[in-house]
C-alpha cells in the first residue's frame, strides 16, 4: 500500500448564494495501492463529507465537493521536505504580506510555547 497526497475542493455556498463566493482547498493523505485507487478514494470521501447545515446566524451552509485536483504518491517522509507548494498572484503585494503574516501570529497566539 502506497500513501498519497491529495487535493479536494468544496464549494461552500451561504445563505443560497447571497454572500461571497467560498471555496475550500483541503490537502489530505490517504493510501491506496494505485494512483488511480488514490483518486476514487479521495472522491468517496469528498463526496462523504458534504452537508447541508444552519449556522450560528441562522443561514443555510451548503458544503458540496467539487472533485480531486491533484494526486501525488509520496514516496518517502522526511524531515523538512517539501510535500505540496502553490503559487499566488495577487495585485495587493504588501496586504498579501501582511495577511500571510498574521496567519502565522494567530498560530503563535494559540500556543504560548511559541515565546
Known sequence: MQRY???LMFNINIDNGNH???FDEQIRIVEAYTLEAAFQKARN???KEEETFVNNENKMVNWQFI???DVYELESLKDGEQVYSTTHEN?????FI???RQKAMLIQAKSLTFA
Do not use: F, M
Not at 495585485?91 to 496586504?95: A, D, G, K
Open 98 to 100: 501582511n495577511y500571510v
Open 67 to 69: 472533485d480531486v485536483t
Open 20 to 22: 461571497a463566493h467560498q
Open 91 to 95: 495585485t495587493e503585494r504588501h496586504s
Open 5 to 7: 497526497l491529495v487535493k
Open 45 to 47: 470521501i469528498g463526496k
